[in-house]
């Protein structure tokens, strides 16, 4: 029972690193984007969540309502004014100019909230839980593994069916042959990117609810991203779910055998995909 126990709960953990992940997936996997300050901002919009709770007394809905929509503005003008300038074949610019951003945004929030940790009161469903057959199953996971659901549902739906997924994959495969048809890379990049950090928010406030937040965390939550969308495999967002899956179940059986082992079980089961199949578990060769 304690195994399948902690299979449970590295499923819902696995929810929790998909929210991380999405937004990974649709910049590396799909635009060839490396960004190194995705972990930052999923923190500096968990304390701004904090802020907006505590200044105004909002509940975690009405902040996620506001913090979703500002998660959208953030990630254009971000696109917009820095990785348009630096965004193309070559994976290199992005990836320094990014790291740039994600040492600015620590200190920024380091100036502005301190170094102490913060967390988003959630009025006692941080705390609830579900027994089910003699397994306590925290009511809070289960709402984000059903949002992560949720959220990579429409995110494939979007990229499969709709005109602007379209224009995204074609822009992604090739630029200057999607231009010539119409498209314009770089809008279709900074509404890409917009819907990247608008998920970010969804993964902010839940979070902030689930555990305390501090403006050094960002790397920690980049780590996890990274390793979950390269599990499943870059340019799929089943993929990145599922390797989000297979992140958590593997940190959630490496916590059960002992509680130091967690993490790093999750590294190795990281490091043996990549040595195995370097594509991915759903990617191509």
């Known amino acids: 029972m304690q195994w399948f126990d902690a299979l449970v709960q590295g499923i819902l953990l696995g929810g929790m690193y998909a ?10 996997g ?3 984007i490396v960004n190194i300050s995705h972990g930052d901002l999923v923190i500096l919009l968990s304390l701004v969540g904090i802020s907006m709770a505590s200044a105004w007394g909002w509940g975690p809905l009405p902040v996620l309502m506001a913090l979703v929509p500002l998660a959208v ?10 990785l348009n300038k630096v965004v193309g074949s070559d994976p290199l610019p992005s990836l320094i100019a990014t790291f740039g951003l994600s040492v600015a945004l620590q200190n920024l929030m380091l100036q502005i909230w301190s170094a102490n940790s913060r967390s988003l009161p959630g009025g006692g469903i941080e705390s609830q839980s ?8 925290g009511l809070l996971p289960v709402i984000v593994l059903v949002v992560a659901t949720a959220l990579t549902w429409g995110l494939d739906i979007m990229l499969k069916r709709t005109r602007f997924g379209r224009a995204l994959r074609a822009a992604s495969a090739d630029v200057e042959a999607a231009a010539m048809t119409g498209i314009n890379p770089r809008a279709v990049y900074a509404l890409a990117t917009a819907v990247a950090v608008g998920i970010l928010g969804f993964a902010a406030v839940f979070q902030a609810l689930r555990s305390t937040v501090a403006p050094a965390d960002g790397p920690a939550q980049l780590i996890y991203a990274f390793e979950a969308v390269i599990i499943g495999g870059m340019g799929s967002v089943w993929g990145a779910f599922i390797g989000s899956m297979v992140l958590g179940i593997s940190q959630g059986i490496g916590f059960r055998i002992d509680p130091g082992f967690g993490v790093l079980a999750g590294h190795i089961v990281f490091l043996i995909v990549l040595a195995t199949r370097p594509q991915g578990l759903f990617g191509r060769a």
């Open 19 to 28: 929210q991380y992940a999405l937004g990974m997936a649709l910049m590396f």
């Open 30 to 32: 799909v635009m060839r």
């Open 73 to 82: 503005l953030m990630g254009w003008v971000l696109q917009k004014t820095v």
């Open 130 to 137: 579900i027994e089910i057959g003699g397994i306590y199953i």
